[in-house]
Nanobody
Framework: QVQLVESGGGLVQAGGSLRLSCVASGISFSVSVMSWYRQAPGKERELVAGFTGSGSTVYADYVKGRFTISRDNAKNTVYLQMNSLKPEDTAFYYC????????????WGQGTQVTVSS
């Protein structure tokens, strides 16, 4: 059974930092493509940061220079370090994995709430 479990969300003041973690189980983590998405109330879910199939990283323009995605394959964990947080970063943040044969399977975590106060 595939599980992605996020943690690290919470309430922070503007300018502050948070680090999100996502622990994966039931997948071959080291060869899976991991990403972070977010969804604010009334908005579409959008990509925040992710790894490509070649292992490089991609970021949404609005988080470049502030957020960093990283992974620890020994711990089956992907992280999202979020610095200089802004109120507009308030959203539910979701861990996403593409995995399996041909990276054809997609799994989502349950999400973690990030709230940035002004």
């Amino acid at each position: 059974q595939v599980q992605l479990v996020e943690s690290g969300g919470g309430l922070v003041q503007a300018g502050g930092s948070l680090r999100l973690s996502c622990v994966a189980s039931g997948i071959s983590f080291s060869v899976s493509v991991m990403s972070w998405y977010r969804q604010a109330p009334g908005k579409e879910r959008e990509l925040v940061a992710g790894f490509t199939g070649s292992g490089s990283t991609v970021y949404a323009d609005y988080v470049k220079g502030r957020f960093t995605i990283s992974r620890d394959n020994a711990k089956n964990t992907v992280y999202l370090q979020m610095n200089s947080l802004k109120p507009e970063d308030t959203a539910f943040y979701y861990c996403h994995a593409r995995h399996g044969v041909g990276l054809s399977r997609v799994s989502w975590g349950q999400g973690t709430q990030v709230t940035v106060s002004s």
